[in-house]
T-cell receptor, first 113, second 113 residues
Framework: DTGVSQDPRHKITKRGQNVTFRCDPI?????LYWYRQTLGQGPEFLTY????????KSRLLSDRFSAERPKGSFSTLEIQRTEQGDSAMYLC???????????FGEGSRLTVL | AQSVTQPDIHITVSEGASLELRCNYS??????LFWYVQSPGQGLQLLLK??????LVQGIKGFEAEFKRSQSSFNLRKPSVHWSDAAEYFC???????????FGGGTRVLVKP
């Protein structure tokens, strides 16, 4: 399967710990996006990359959040000093160009205790 | 700021019956419009999209949607639902064709045998 893959699928952590999620996009896609989805809500845009450049960050992305895409391939999303409000599904998506169809991964569910 | 409203949180429909999911958006110009489906344990999948042209758009799995500028609506329809259509459906808009989507809150569809 050559779709978007995310790891881990589920992470349980204690408040104050750091967590990192990884996303592997579809190989020929130059754009990579992170979205967050809380229970009962639609996904919310967090940030996106074109190749290795992070072009935009939502105001939802506090200073505790950092995303990287070092070689323009996979991406990581790190959350430092997690809070209970960070509990959500973190979705990664990729596309070929800015108007290409977005392909979403299955998400990484974070539970902060 | 643009917003997307899906007035129906839950819809229950009998298998074989028709389905219509409502979506209204708030934005000055005509944005790019999308419908996604999210099945349990699966990533969001694009059903259809509207960029311009014919206001009736055909998608996958027998779905169609109609853009009505006067009503700022983009309702999704299917003439005859199958049990496999049970899922959550999200309407989304993109104001600048950059795949930075604003999603509605979703409508969960239950299919009765």
């Amino acid at each position: 399967d050559t779709g978007v893959s995310q790891d881990p699928r589920h992470k349980i952590t204690k408040r104050g710990q750091n967590v990192t999620f990884r996303c592997d996009p579809i190989s020929e896609h130059n754009r990579l996006y992170w979205y967050r989805q809380t229970l009962g809500q639609g996904p919310e845009f967090l940030t996106y990359f074109q190749n290795e450049a992070q072009l935009e960050k939502s105001r939802l992305l506090s200073d505790r959040f950092s995303a990287e895409r070092p070689k323009g391939s996979f991406s990581t999303l790190e959350i430092q000093r997690t809070e209970q409000g960070d509990s959500a599904m973190y979705l990664c998506a990729s596309s070929r160009g800015e108007t290409g169809e977005l392909f979403f991964g299955e998400g990484s569910r974070l539970t902060v205790l | 700021a643009q917003s997307v409203t899906q007035p129906d949180i839950h819809i229950t429909v009998s298998e074989g019956a028709s389905l219509e999911l409502r979506c209204n958006y708030s934005y000055g110009a005509t944005p790019y419009l999308f419908w996604y489906v999210q099945s349990p344990g699966q990533g969001l999948q694009l059903l259809l999209k509207y960029f311009s042209g014919d206001t009736l758009v055909q998608g996958i799995k027998g779905f169609e949607a109609e853009f009505k500028r006067s009503q700022s609506s983009f309702n999704l329809r299917k003439p005859s639902v199958h049990w496999s259509d049970a899922a959550e459906y999200f309407c989304a808009v993109d104001e600048a064709a950059g795949n930075k989507l604003t999603f509605g809150g979703g409508t969960r569809v239950l299919v009765k045998p």
